[in-house]
């Protein structure tokens, strides 16, 4: 599959793609609208980012206790769920009157069920596309979040203006429902891709077993601290340049969108397993010149060019899917994304501390000079062996994720 014609005429892509895509524009609004909504009622910076961005953090927990429904509940059902939740999750904090507390604890509560979002979405992606389409389908879906984080963020500017915080909390409330409504009558019903019931003890059974293959493990090492570094970099774009941090900001989304596009549909797929290192020494290297501190246009350049290389995580998912056998992969994937959202805070408060006591363009370079240093001691590890996807392993792979034998599709 190489074409977006064939990908958006594949059966169920259309509304997987909008159901995802009015999500993304429905939590970006909402976001912005609460934070506004916090900040005037207490004033505190920390309130409002936390307000915004807090769900992430809630997210990551969920992730590590809840994954297994990713793979054991029915997709639609869960994907329907999960927005009709988030929905009047927003609803409930346009309340009038309703306590700070109260607020946080429905954002910690969404976060806990939007943890299973990922998983589910990029399993179902995978059931929905053939083999071959897994890497052209998730480029589409990473510019759609690019764009519709874009939108979202106009849309609820235009509300607050015209509405206010709760009147556009209630809006993106609307959108949810709207996702739900996708979902459900556009979605085909699926059985779940695994037997059993979900659960704490089964999710972290699951989660050791994917962490105890080799392979996967050093799979998700390169997803995971490569990316999350050069994130730390990204952070530090306000402290580098106050004045033009949103410039930076938005040609850094418009590399990672070309890099996307490019893998996505140009790139033959004999060739990516050969591009997955000097991508991830790409997302790195740039960011060594951000040192020197030079002006505006070069440094545009650099996070640009840079930002190109995050289209390595495409690359790493599609050998995850490989490495997995499908009754796990939406725990797999899971998993994966729950990763890079930790490494990602991480990086940005160790790159917080370094330019604390440097400078941000020291921070930067240190940060990339990591990055470096982990890709290319993974690279030896994450060169395909002649055995991969050999019946036998794939087999012994099942065995070891699932413990038995796999449900049939």
């Known amino acids: 599959m190489r074409t977006y014609r064939e990908l958006f005429g594949t ?18 609004a909402s976001g912005l609208a609460l934070g506004t909504l916090v900040y005037a009622a207490t004033g505190s910076p920390l309130l409002s980012a936390l307000s915004m961005f807090g769900a992430s953090l809630a997210q990551v927990a ?21 927005a009709l939740v988030s929905g009047l999750g927003t609803a409930a904090q346009a309340l009038p009157g309703l306590p700070l507390w109260a607020i946080f604890v429905i954002l910690l509560a969404l976060g806990m069920v939007g ?11 995978d059931e929905i596309l053939p083999e071959n389409g897994y890497v052209l ?16 963020f106009a849309l609820g500017g235009v509300l607050l203006t015209v509405l206010s915080p709760r009147g556009t909390l209630v ?20 059985p779940a891709r695994a037997a059993g019931r979900p659960s704490v003890a089964e999710t972290l059974r699951a989660n050791g077993r994917l962490w105890s293959s080799p392979p996967r493990r050093h799979v998700y090492l390169a997803m995971w601290v490569p990316n999350g ?5 990204e952070s530090l774009f306000v402290a580098y340049d106050p004045r033009h941090a949103g410039l930076l900001f938005a040609f850094a989304a418009f590399g990672m969108l070309v890099g996307d596009a490019a893998i996505g549909r140009l790139v033959p797929h004999r060739w990516r397993g050969r591009l997955g290192a000097p991508l991830r020494l790409l997302l790195a290297v740039p960011y060594l010149v951000l040192v020197l501190e030079p002006g505006l246009p070069v440094a545009l350049a650099v996070v640009t060019l840079a930002s190109v290389g995050y289209s390595a995580s495409l690359l ?16 797999a994937l899971g998993l994966g994304s729950s990763g890079v959202l930790t490494l990602q805070g991480v990086s940005a ?7 604390q006591y440097t400078s941000a363009g020291t921070a930067m370079a240190v940060m990339a000079t990591a990055s470096v240093a982990v890709t290319l001691v993974l690279a030896p590890r994450l060169r395909h062996s002649p055995e991969e996807g050999a019946p036998g392993a794939v087999a012994a792979e099942r065995r070891n994720v699932q413990g038995g034998s796999p449900r049939p599709r």
């Open 349 to 355: 408060a160790l790159a917080g501390a370094v330019a």
């Open 62 to 82: 969920g992730a590590a206790v809840l994954l297994s429904a990713a793979d054991r509940l029915p997709p639609r059902l869960a994907l329907t769920g999960i």
């Open 316 to 331: 790493l998912q599609e050998r995850l899917v490989a490495l997995t056998p499908a009754q796990a992969r939406g725990q």
């Open 229 to 233: 570094l050069i994130v730390g970099c």
């Open 11 to 28: 059966p169920e892509f259309t509304p997987f793609f909008l159901t995802a895509s009015t999500q993304v524009a429905a939590s970006t």
């Open 171 to 190: 809006a993106a409330a609307g959108l949810y429902l709207v996702a739900a409504c996708l979902a459900r009558f556009g979605l085909s019903g699926r």
């Open 137 to 152: 389908g998730r480029s589409v879906l990473n510019m759609s979040t690019g764009a519709m984080q874009i939108c979202g």
């Open 115 to 125: 943890s299973l979002g990922g998983g589910v979405r990029l399993g179902l992606l």
